[in-house]
T-cell receptor, first 116, second 112 residues
Framework: NAGVTQTPKFQVLKTGQSMTLQCAQD?????MSWYRQDPGMGLRLIHY???????DQGEVPNGYNVSRSTTEDFPLRLLSAAPSQTSVYFC???????????????FGEGSWLTVV | SQKIEQNSEALNIQEGKTATLTCNYT??????LQWYRQDPGRGPVFLLL?????KEKRKERLKVTFDTTLKQSLFHITASQPADSATYLC???????????FGTGTQLKVEL
């Protein structure tokens, strides 16, 4: 089992460029999400999906798009990169976050993005 | 406003002592709370989950308590080792919206 796989690991972008961060999981999880992590801010939810064809916004969605065409893949698109999007991005997956059952979220290893 | 607070200052303790980390929250009614460990340059790794109707949970050298009246969770590592040095994150799930909200984490350093 590979778990949650993110690519690329490191990327430098120029302001205004677009790019896609790839995320794939092989655990047949329904729930997938993208977080960004900045010093002193913790992990902040960008977008999430509860299944193929269903996506929703998190806490900081502006400047990012997502789609979920398959259960396995959940790419994050930066439409027009800005220096404020310099961050570490984590993709995560889980069985659906039940209200009382509780489920573990499995994180990828992160993608370091610098926008200059 | 909703807030999850973890001590932003690093916690330095000696090997063999018990480390205690705190997670306080306001304006949440969490269905459960989780603790994660994060090593530098890596993604967070799940450690423990405690539900709103549970007071305490244990796993090997780890113990988590959950006081919904105080709106606080305590995370204990007994007989701490240098290998326990990492950042520890708490996260709350409130039962709606399929969202897990994270605190900013506390860095633990266990010294010989």
């Amino acid at each position: 089992n590979a778990g949650v796989t993110q690519t690329p690991k490191f990327q430098v972008l120029k302001t205004g460029q677009s790019m896609t961060l790839q995320c794939a999981q092989d655990m047949n999880h329904e729930y997938m999400s993208w977080y960004r992590q900045d010093p002193g801010m913790g992990l902040r939810l960008i977008h999430y999906s509860v299944g193929a064809g269903i996506t929703d916004q998190g806490e900081v969605p502006n400047g990012y798009n997502v789609s979920r065409s398959t259960t396995e893949d959940f790419p994050l698109r930066l439409l027009s990169a800005a220096p404020s999007q310099t961050s570490v991005y984590f993709c995560a997956s889980s069985p659906i976050l039940g209200s009382t059952s509780g489920n573990t979220i499995y994180f990828g290893e992160g993608s370091w993005l610098t926008v200059v | 406003s909703q807030k999850i607070e973890q001590n932003s200052e690093a916690l330095n303790i000696q090997e063999g002592k018990t480390a205690t980390l705190t997670c306080n929250y306001t304006n949440y009614s969490p269905a459960y709370l989780q603790w994660y460990r994060q090593d530098p340059g890596r993604g967070p790794v799940f450690l423990l989950l405690i539900r709103e109707n549970e007071k305490e949970k244990r796993k090997e050298r780890l113990k988590v308590t959950f006081d919904t009246t105080l709106k606080q969770s305590l995370f204990h590592i007994t007989a701490s080792q240098p290998a326990d040095s990492a950042t520890y994150l708490c996260a709350l799930f409130t039962g709606g919206g399929n969202k897990l909200t994270f605190g900013t984490g506390t860095q633990l350093k266990v010294e010989l």
